[in-house]
């Protein structure tokens, strides 16, 4: 079956770094997209990165030029860097892929940025 492991969360102070991962098994990687989102408490999920299979990268405005995704095909793994962290990124981070015609989410990593 299709998986998105989430993993790198963690608690950081304002202005430190985090390294999230996402393993995905069960499709073939190296054309898949993956997106990378983000729910902050009381606020709906929200789109943050998303990579393409030819590596193409896009960013929502808030996180551009601090957040970078990059992707491994062998190791069947996106990463999304996270540098010059605030408290308004505090959430649970997911990926998210679809394959054929259906969308899947990993269990998401928390984030928290202290002021």
């Known amino acids: 079956q299709v998986q998105l492991v989430e993993s790198g969360g963690g608690l950081v102070q304002a202005g430190g770094s985090l390294r999230l991962s996402c393993v995905v098994s069960g499709i073939t990687f190296s054309p898949a997209a993956i997106g990378w989102y983000r729910q902050a408490p009381g606020k709906q999920r929200e789109w943050v990165a998303r990579i393409s299979s030819t590596g193409t990268t896009m960013y929502v405005d808030s996180v551009r030029g601090r957040f970078a995704i990059s992707r491994d095909n062998a190791k069947n793994t996106v990463w999304l860097q996270m540098n010059s962290l605030k408290p308004e990124d505090t959430a649970v981070y997911y990926c998210?892929?679809?394959?054929?015609?259906?969308?899947?989410w990993g269990l998401g990593t928390q984030v928290t940025v202290s002021s």
């Open positions: 998210n892929t679809a394959w054929r015609g259906a969308a899947y």
